[in-house]
């Protein structure tokens, strides 16, 4: 029986999972990693839904990244099949292309602009901010208000249950504007999804004799009787603090999964709806995926201002409060805080794997290109490591009891 761990990981989404399978087969430490979700790989799980296909439990992940470190690390443990995301917005009855291009601005307004007209066009509407704080301020700098109201205003109102003006202007600036006519969502250097879908990715990365795997379980039920050196702390950081100051807010999300009989859904894997319904997004996986399947599912994203949080809220009053918080943590003897939620910003898995990556280095004590050097798995093997823990048992994965 193993006594204690080198370390004890909360959460195997990207950030614990990442940190655990450097630990472990970098530096040969032992690792426990515990989850209270009954799976692996946080929000990026997907599994086969009762129709046999392949559905992201937790809405629509899409992989891009311009930093070929991060691509590179994750290639280790995926193939990849390339895809390159495309959005519709059903805006005034129509689906038009989002990010707003030169088709949107011609198919919406029945015109025939050239790119050079369309910068003209967008320049004579745009109401200058200066400076550019809010997401607001984003939107109407580059369009104006009637552009923003079509395609931004009525969403955001909806995702975040803030107006534009009160989130900081990293939110809708996320989303371009093109004066061409490509209607890629991102335009990142590599873009695709794991060719056996992103559970069996994380299944190939845990696949350690020193990672041990406890789902089904909060750390605080753990926390006492199994002890460890250090621990990495990847939940929301107020809760971990037990709110000392105050909760952070979080925006929540209810995921609506439909099967329907019929081979396609949607011309796209996402339309957004901005100003008609609840939801925000309809996903239709199979475009995601490529699966081919007579049956299709799809994913509606409900915005909830309760329940499991999803978003850190990005404005001012909150990254105040966080201050408190990250001032704490830093303070916090043997515990490391990484991932979307522990450090309350809002990041793409890339970024997270990156965050995570660079966590490790400085527990190694190397830079991160060496940190990544270190023990590198050769090549991707195939795995039969349990991804899902299977009621009621909640160990999976090399047993507690194994060395
Ligand atoms: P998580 O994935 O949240 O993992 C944290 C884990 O910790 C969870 O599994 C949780 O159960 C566990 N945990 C928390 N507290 C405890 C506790 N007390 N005890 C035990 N376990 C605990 N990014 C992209 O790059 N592309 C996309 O297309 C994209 N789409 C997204 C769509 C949606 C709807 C959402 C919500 C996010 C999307 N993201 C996307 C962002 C992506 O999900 C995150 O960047 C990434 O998954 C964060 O990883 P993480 O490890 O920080 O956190
Ligand atoms: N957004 C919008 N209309 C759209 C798409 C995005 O107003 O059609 C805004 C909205 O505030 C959203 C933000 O831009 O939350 C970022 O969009 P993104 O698609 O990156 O959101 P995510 O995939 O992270 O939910």
Same mark, same amino acid.
């Given at each position: 029986?193993?006594?204690?761990?080198?370390?004890?990981?909360?959460?195997?989404?990207?950030?614990?999972?990442?940190?655990?399978?450097?630990?472990?087969?970098?530096?040969?430490?032992?690792?426990?990693?515990?989850? $209270?979700? &009954?799976?692996?790989?946080?929000?990026?799980?997907?599994?086969?839904? +009762?129709?046999?296909?392949?559905?992201? #439990? @937790? *809405?629509?992940?899409?992989?891009?990244?311009?930093?070929?470190?991060?691509?590179?690390?994750?290639?280790?443990?995926?193939?990849?099949?390339?895809?390159?995301?495309?959005?519709?917005?059903?805006?005034?009855?129509?689906?038009?292309?989002?990010?707003?291009?030169?088709?949107?601005?011609?198919?919406?307004?029945?015109?025939?602009?050239?790119?050079?007209?369309?910068?003209?066009?967008?320049?004579?509407?745009?109401?200058?901010?200066?400076?550019?704080?809010?997401?607001?301020?984003?939107?109407?700098?580059?369009?104006?208000?009637?552009?923003?109201?079509?395609?931004?205003?009525?969403?955001?109102?909806?995702?975040?249950?803030?107006?534009?003006?009160?989130?900081?202007?990293?939110?809708?600036? $996320?989303? &371009?504007?093109?004066?061409?006519?490509?209607?890629?969502?991102?335009? +990142?250097?590599?873009?695709?999804?794991? #060719? @056996? *879908?992103?559970?069996?990715?994380?299944?190939?990365?845990?696949?350690?004799?020193?990672?041990?795997?406890?789902?089904?379980?909060?750390?605080?039920?753990?926390?006492?009787?199994?002890?460890?050196?250090?621990?990495?702390?990847?939940?929301?950081?107020?809760?971990?603090?037990?709110?000392?100051?105050?909760?952070?807010?979080?925006?929540?999300?209810?995921?609506?999964?439909?099967?329907?009989?019929?081979?396609?859904?949607?011309?796209?894997?996402?339309?957004?709806?901005?100003?008609?319904?609840?939801?925000?997004?309809?996903?239709?996986?199979?475009?995601?995926?490529?699966?081919?399947?007579?049956?299709?599912?799809?994913?509606?994203?409900?915005?909830?201002?309760?329940?499991?949080?999803?978003?850190?809220? &990005?404005?001012?009053?909150?990254?105040?409060?966080?201050?408190?918080?990250?001032?704490?943590?830093?303070?916090?003897?043997?515990?490391?805080?990484?991932?979307?939620?522990?450090?309350?910003?809002?990041?793409?898995?890339?970024?997270?794997?990156?965050?995570?990556?660079?966590?490790?280095?400085?527990?190694?004590?190397?830079?991160?290109?060496?940190?990544?050097?270190?023990?590198?798995?050769?090549?991707?093997?195939?795995?039969?490591?349990?991804?899902?823990?299977?009621?009621?048992?909640?160990?999976?994965?090399?047993?507690?009891?194994?060395?």
């Amino acid at each position: 029986m193993i006594a204690s761990f080198d370390y004890v990981i909360v959460g195997a989404g990207y950030a614990g999972s990442v940190i655990a399978e450097r630990l472990a087969r970098g530096l040969g430490k032992q690792v426990l990693i515990v989850d $209270r979700r &009954p799976h692996i790989g946080g929000n990026a799980y997907d599994h086969y839904d +009762d129709a046999g296909i392949l559905v992201h #439990k @937790y *809405g629509p992940h899409i992989f891009h990244t311009s930093c070929k470190e991060v691509f590179d690390y994750l290639s280790r443990f995926t193939e990849w099949r390339q895809y390159q995301h495309k959005v519709l917005a059903s805006v005034d009855g129509q689906l038009v292309p989002i990010p707003i291009n030169l088709d949107t601005i011609n198919k919406l307004y029945g015109l025939n602009l050239t790119s050079f007209q369309m910068e003209e066009f967008l320049a004579s509407r745009a109401e200058t901010r200066d400076p550019v704080r809010t997401s607001e301020d984003v939107v109407l700098n580059k369009m104006g208000r009637e552009l923003y109201e079509k395609f931004f205003r009525g969403y955001t109102r909806k995702q975040w249950g803030l107006d534009p003006s009160e989130l900081d202007a990293q939110v809708t600036a $996320r989303v &371009p504007t093109r004066t061409n006519r490509d209607d890629r969502y991102f335009t +990142d250097m590599y873009q695709a999804m794991p #060719k @056996y *879908g992103f559970t069996r990715m994380f299944a190939t990365m845990l696949d350690h004799p020193n990672i041990h795997l406890l789902l089904n379980t909060d750390y605080r039920e753990i926390k006492d009787v199994i002890p460890c050196k250090e621990m990495i702390y990847t939940g929301p950081v107020d809760e971990y603090f037990d709110y000392r100051f105050g909760k952070l807010p979080y925006r929540c999300l209810d995921f609506k999964h439909e099967t329907h009989n019929m081979p396609q859904f949607q011309p796209v894997a996402v339309v957004n709806y901005p100003n008609d319904y609840a939801f925000t997004r309809i996903t239709e996986f199979k475009h995601l995926t490529g699966q081919e399947h007579p049956k299709t599912s799809i994913v509606y994203e409900f915005p909830q201002a309760e329940g499991d949080p999803y978003y850190p809220i &990005p404005k001012p009053e909150n990254a105040e409060l966080y201050k408190q918080y990250q001032a704490l943590a830093a303070d916090t003897e043997g515990v490391r805080f990484a991932g979307r939620l522990a450090t309350y910003r809002y990041y793409n898995m890339d970024q997270v794997v990156a965050q995570a990556l660079t966590v490790f280095s400085h527990i190694a004590g190397v830079n991160r290109a060496e940190a990544l050097e270190l023990k590198k798995m050769p090549k991707i093997t195939t795995v039969t490591f349990p991804a899902v823990a299977k009621k009621p048992g909640r160990m999976v994965g090399a047993a507690l009891s194994a060395s």
